[in-house]
Every structure is written in C-alpha cells, then in structure tokens.
C-alpha cells in the first residue's frame, strides 16, 4: 500500500523569499515520487519527478526536492518565491509492486504576498 | 502536438440524468485515470485502465461507470446513482512502467442544476 501526507495545507511567504513544501510518503516498495503544480481551475503540470538516479532532484521554474529515504520525505523548495508561483501543489507516489497508480496527497496551497 | 483532450470544460446536469465526460489522448499511452476533484481532498481515483478493454475501480466508483474501447478514448459517465457529482473531473493517461509521470487533461467542471 502506498500513501502520501503533504503536512500544510496552506503555506503563505512574501515574494523573494524561500518556499518550503512538505511531504512525507508511505510505499512498501521503491517508489517513484513526483511533484504537481495546478493553477486554478486547470489541468496538473508536473515539475519533477524522482526516479532514483539522485536524490536531489531539480525541476522546472526553479523548484527542487530532496528524496530522504530515512525520513520517507520528498519536500519541494524554491530558494525565492515569485507571485506567478501562487497555485496549488501535489505530491504523488507510485510504486513499483503493484499497478503504478499515482496517489496524491491532499494538497498544499501555496499563497505569495507582495 | 501531444496531449490528453477533455471535453466540454464545463457541463451542467439535471438531478436524475447521466452525462459522459470525454477523455481522448494522441500520446499512445497504455494507461488512462479518471480523478475526481474535491476542495481540500486532493485528487480521488475513480476508475482506472491498464489496457484497452479492461479497467478497474478505484476508490470513488460508486455512482460511475467507463468503457475503454480504444486506446487512446477513456469516456468517464456520472450516472444519476452518484448523490454529490458536482465536482472537477481530471483525466490522466501514462506510459506503463515505474518511473513514467502521468499527463492530464484540463479537466471537466460539472455542476448539478
């Protein structure tokens, strides 16, 4: 069985500073880990996925996340927030034991303050 | 160019009536998913399918029903046993294997009237 916890569901910073996006996961096999980003009402685009290759991962926007295997954590940061970066972000694990299904966490709404 | 189709963006039901989302992808993939969308609940699987002519429940089923008849169609009907269908309705399709990102759709809003 596998389950993702993203630990905030809202997380507010000023534009120009860090962003950190928690999330911890559960996999009884290697997982694979991605992190999705959604604006309102449309479809999910996907901003970096680990695949076991490294555990930092960097992906588009300038979004980055560490896979820790010791604390079954995939945290999503930025070093500096932008006000385009408003949205609301997933974080989906899919493992490798069974059928694939990507399964998301709840979601954490990311609000920048000018 | 490649991606995943959903059609109408918005749809309106009636109490009692059934209504098919459409799903269509030109990206050859194997897999497609069905997500419902609620405020605060992340996405829930509906109905998901490995191969053409097959599919499985997720964990929302009750009240839905698919067909996959071709590869690249994953057709999505709220039927009028689903009691709260106002929803965001996302369609997801993926190559098959562990490390592959899924690709979705725009979505579908629909809203009982």
């Known amino acids: 069985a596998q389950s993702v916890t993203q630990l905030d569901s809202h997380v507010s910073v000023s534009e120009g500073t860090p962003v950190l996006l928690r999330c911890n996961y559960s996999s009884s096999y290697s997982p694979s880990l991605f992190w999705y980003v959604q604006h309102p009402n449309k479809g999910l685009q996907l901003l970096l996925k680990?695949?076991?290759?490294?555990?930092l991962v960097k992906g588009i926007n300038g979004f980055e996340a560490e896979f820790k295997k010791s604390e079954t954590s995939f945290h999503l940061t930025k070093p500096s927030a932008h006000m385009s970066d408003a949205a609301e972000y997933f974080c989906?694990?899919?493992?490798?034991?069974?059928?694939?299904?990507?399964?998301f966490g709840r979601g954490t709404s990311l609000i920048v303050h000018p | 160019d490649g991606g995943i189709t959903q059609s109408p963006k918005y749809l309106f039901r009636k109490e009692g009536q059934n209504v098919t989302l459409s799903c269509e992808q030109n990206l050859n993939h194997d897999a497609m998913y069905w997500y419902r969308q609620d405020p605060g609940q992340g996405l829930r699987l509906i109905y998901y399918s490995q191969i053409v002519n097959d599919f499985q429940k997720g964990d929302i089923a009750e009240g839905y029903s698919v067909s996959r008849e071709k590869k690249e169609s994953f057709p999505l009907t709220v039927t009028s046993a689903q009691k709260n269908p106002t929803a965001f309705y996302l369609c997801a399709s993926r190559n098959r294997g562990r490390v592959t990102e899924a690709f979705f759709g725009q979505g579908t809003r629909l809203t009982v009237v």
């Open positions: 680990y695949t076991s290759a490294a555990t």
């Open positions: 989906v694990v899919s493992d490798e034991g069974g059928s694939y299904i990507p399964t």
